[in-house]
């Protein structure tokens, strides 16, 4: 089955920039999705195909994704931001997802 | 607006059934391939299941093939699952979510606000 590896947490000062990695092998060879979840609500999707902003979500956000790395970006990041942010790719009609990374805005 | 509504979560010993639901309006159902996510207390989402537009294709995580069917009713914009043989790992809230299919690849762009669904004697 394939693995997506993700830091567990990631801290960012408010304004800063907060850098999201997701790893997994020739990850750049498929398309990565990026959603964040804050605390008791559902997931929402922030990036799709690597770097693809759906409607309504700020330009703060960004992805990129190359050989064995995709990389959420947050810029500017504010206070909202904080919460929980998943990749997620698809291999052989199966979704998977990675297992998270806490961003802690301090 | 796109909105997804799941029901049928409760609890259930292990060993036993249950039936989730998922009203869905705002867009037209049956042009859409849904999927089942569902997530643990405290952990990442985990894909359960998908169906495409018609409801001839289907597809299963190892980890539920043989114990859940994905099903939906197109003229009643309606999407569900039918989970047999519970067991304690399969506690979770279950989510129903719309995918967008197509030359910007597959991705999941709604989703519901769950269902909890406990497994324990």
């Known amino acids: 089955s394939y693995d997506l590896t993700q830091p567990p947490s990631v801290s960012v000062s408010p304004g800063q920039t907060a850098s999201v990695t997701c790893s997994g092998d020739n990850l750049g060879d498929k398309f990565v999705s990026w959603f964040q979840q804050r605390p008791g609500q559902s997931p929402l999707l922030v990036i799709y195909?690597?770097?693809m902003r759906p409607s309504g979500i700020p330009e703060r956000f960004s992805g990129s994704n190359s050989v064995n790395t995709a990389t959420l970006t947050i810029t500017e990041t504010q206070a909202v931001d904080e919460a929980d942010y998943f990749c997620q790719v698809w291999d052989n009609h199966v979704a998977v997802f990675g297992s998270g990374t806490q961003v802690t805005v301090l | 607006q796109v909105q997804l509504v799941e029901s049928g979560g409760g609890s259930v010993k292990p060993g036993g059934s249950v039936r989730l639901s998922c009203a869905t309006s705002?867009?037209?159902?049956?042009?859409?391939?849904m999927s089942w996510i569902r997530q643990a207390p405290g952990k990442g989402p985990e894909w359960v299941s998908y169906i495409n537009g018609r409801g001839t294709t289907q597809y299963y995580a190892d980890s539920v093939k043989g114990r859940f069917t994905i099903s939906r009713d197109n003229p009643k914009n309606a999407l569900y699952l039918e989970m047999t043989s519970l067991r304690v790992d399969d506690t979770a809230v279950y989510y129903c979510?719309?995918?967008?299919?197509?030359?910007?690849?597959?991705?999941?762009?709604?989703w519901g606000q769950g269902t909890l669904v406990t497994v324990s004697s």
């Open positions: 705002g867009f037209t159902f049956g042009d859409f391939y």
């Open positions: 979510v719309r995918e967008k299919r197509g030359v910007f690849g597959w991705f999941f762009d709604s």
């Open positions: 195909r690597n770097d």
